[in-house]
């Protein structure tokens, strides 16, 4: 794909990125129900991230993600509803509290992520295990790179 600024080989070689990226999003975006799927997007994300770095504020939310206090609070109000994360005291002493995961999100996001690496196994099923550990290699460079920039790392597993 080559867009009308596309001059360069690498001008077409970052437009292809951006294109497949879109497309990259669309396809990994999680399903409704049907797909056998118990958390929506933000959910997802927002577990994993709570289950790698341990309980967290709004606060420290809003830094990890880059999104406003608002935002967080709509997303965590809806995931203490459903009895995925609760509520605690800050377990260093803070005044701010904290949400941690509960045993009912855990087993959600433990579910989610089954059924994605069984989808993500059908996908590379006919891959090399080479090419398929060479695309794990170029993700997680990608995401480094992006996470560099903006200066907000992601803890790994």
């Known amino acids: 794909m080559s867009g009308p600024q596309a001059t360069t080989a690498r001008d077409v070689d970052l437009a ?3 294109f497949e990226a879109m497309i990259l999003g669309r396809h990994l975006a999680p399903r409704d129900a049907a797909y056998g799927l118990h958390l929506d997007k933000s959910a997802y994300t ?5 289950q790698v770095d341990g309980p967290m504020s709004i606060g420290q939310l809003s830094d990890a993600f880059g999104l406003d206090a608002s935002t967080l609070n709509r997303q965590t109000a809806k995931m203490v509803e459903q009895g995925l994360v609760r509520r605690i005291p800050d377990p260093d002493g803070g005044l701010a509290r904290k949400f941690e995961v509960t045993e ?4 959600h996001l433990a579910h989610d992520r089954r059924r994605k690496l069984a989808g993500l196994g059908e996908v590379l099923r006919a891959w090399p295990e080479e090419d398929v550990a060479a695309l794990a290699e170029l993700l997680r460079r990608f995401n480094g790179s992006i996470e560099e920039r903006d200066g907000r790392p992601w803890p790994r597993p």
């Open 104 to 107: 009912q999100g855990a087993a």
């Open 46 to 50: 927002l577990i994993t991230r709570l």
């Open 16 to 18: 292809d990125i951006e």
